[in-house]
């Protein structure tokens, strides 16, 4: 594939200095060379994704990840008015660990992820409105007033559609709330293709805030805050990460794990990961 449409301003992208990747030549966007089959992300986000394969195991770590998402929630209340009679969709919900801590703010909250196991835990063990298959094909019964994205936007392949589909059924007032990689921060410029980002076919998508801002703003959203909100790590997790999966040193992370050198949670914040809030303008 040597060329393809830019999905924020319709411009060419080519060939980019980082391998594997296409940049365009107008706006800048970057995406993965890759063409995915049907039913491709379904085998990519099952079981073995949140048990070994991209985390360590996602379930068991679901007090970290709700002190996180209170964070990022308190966040968001900020940009939100009488949050206690609105609705929240979230695309990408995974095991619904959001949108338990938003159910305590919102009227109503629900999900959908393309991860069946996911879904199923989120739908059965934590008794949320959450159903398995891909947002594009959803059918709200009732329209909500926000929608949320963590970290998901740049793992799905046509994420211009889903920005679309979002955007048709918010009112005008209405959020979207989303985080992803920030492809032009610091640390990815300095990091190059070897930043931790880069790794399709999951991250499929890479935005700046200008190539963000530009496709939200193409479909009627006005940006209203983009920071760079830091995560509580497990520093287990990211040994697993770094020392399993990235570099094939399972006997170091399992000596360090003996040793009790792994057990205690970190807060990192490299610049990297933006979080974005945009209103709907019309």
Known sequence: ????????????????????????????????????????????YGAKYFAGEEYMDYVSERELTEKNF?????????????????????????????????????ASVAGIDISAAAATYAAETLGLAVCTGDFIEYEFIEEPDVVCLWDTIEHLQNPDLYVEKAAAHLKAGGIIALTTADIGSFVARWRGARWRQIHPPTHLHYFSQKSLTRLLEKHGFRLRYCGYDGMYRSVETMAYIVLNIRHNSSKIYAALKRMGFLNWDLYLNLHDIMFVIAEKAR
């Open 1 to 44: 594939m040597s060329s393809v449409l830019c999905l924020v301003c319709g411009g060419a992208c080519v060939t980019s200095e980082l391998p594997g990747l296409l940049r365009c030549g107008s706006c800048g966007f970057v995406t993965a060379d890759i063409l995915l089959a049907p039913g491709d992300l379904e085998k990519i």
């Open 70 to 106: 209170r964070t990022r929630l308190k966040k968001l209340l900020q940009h939100i008015s009488d949050a206690g009679n609105k609705r929240l969709f979230e695309i990408g919900c995974a095991y619904g660990f959001f949108l338990r801590v938003a159910s305590e703010h919102f």
